[in-house]
C-alpha cells in the first residue's frame, strides 16, 4: 500500500499561484500513476491532471490546460501540482491518487486505488 499526504493549499487571489505538494510513502514510488482531483461543494469529485509513472505521458483536464503543471520528483517521493493565473472556479478540496503499475494517466477517479485527505484550495476575487 501507499499513504498520500497534500499540502500546499491555501488562499490566494485571482490570478495568483499555488503549488501542491503530494508525499508518498509505503510502496516504491515510482511505479505509480499520479493523478490530481478536486471536489468543490455540492459538486462531484473531478478529473484535474495526471502524470504516468514514467513520466512519459501527462493528461489535464480541459478546464486547466495552459495554466496547471503536473510533475514528480521520485527522488523525494513527491508528486505536485503547480497552479498558475487562477480563478474562483478552481475553489475546491485537491485530492492526489495513486495508481499501481500503471503508466496510463487516466482522468476515471474509478482507476486510481490510493486517495489522500485532500487540502482546501480558495481563490478569492
Known amino acids: 500500500q501507499v499513504q498520500l499526504v497534500e499540502s500546499g493549499g491555501g488562499l490566494v487571489q485571482a490570478g495568483g499561484s499555488l503549488r501542491l505538494s503530494c508525499a508518498a510513502s509505503g510502496r516504491t514510488f515510482s511505479r505509480y500513476a499520479m493523478g490530481w482531483f478536486r471536489q468543490a461543494p455540492g459538486k462531484e469529485r473531478e478529473f484535474v491532471a495526471a502524470?504516468?509513472?514514467?513520466?512519459?505521458?501527462?493528461n489535464y483536464a480541459d478546464s486547466v490546460k495552459g495554466r496547471f503543471t503536473i510533475s514528480r520528483d521520485n527522488a523525494k517521493n513527491t508528486a505536485y501540482l503547480q497552479m498558475n493565473s487562477l480563478k474562483p472556479e478552481d475553489t475546491a478540496v485537491y485530492y492526489c491518487?495513486?495508481?499501481?503499475?500503471?503508466?496510463?494517466?487516466?482522468?476515471?477517479?474509478?482507476?486510481?486505488?490510493?486517495w489522500g485527505q485532500g487540502t482546501q484550495v480558495t481563490v478569492s476575487s
Open positions: 491518487a495513486a495508481r499501481y503499475l500503471s503508466d496510463r494517466p487516466s482522468p476515471s477517479r474509478n482507476d486510481y486505488d490510493y
Open positions: 502524470l504516468s509513472w514514467s513520466g512519459g505521458s501527462i
